[in-house]
């Protein structure tokens, strides 16, 4: 996998001064790092219920055999 270094983030950087102006410029930064957190909330969020589900099967089985348990 290539890598990203520092030169080539300036030269991405100088382009989208030059393409979208410096007017323009930090409004379309506030607008990409707004989508950089949401994203990371969603991924997040999905991760979260991904290890709740991997979670509650344990927790059943182990109510279910102390279920067996004060029956016998």
Do not use: C, H
Not at 17 to 27: E, M
Not at 34 to 53: L, P
């Amino acid at each position: 996998m290539p890598t990203i270094g520092w030169f080539e983030i300036l030269i991405v950087v100088a382009l989208a001064i030059i393409v979208l102006g410096p007017k323009d410029f930090p409004i379309m930064l506030k607008k990409v790092g707004s989508w950089i957190g949401s994203t990371k909330r969603y991924i997040n969020n999905i991760q979260d219920e991904v290890s709740n589900i991997s979670i509650e099967p344990d927790e059943n089985e182990k109510k279910d055999k102390d279920e067996k348990i004060k029956d016998e």
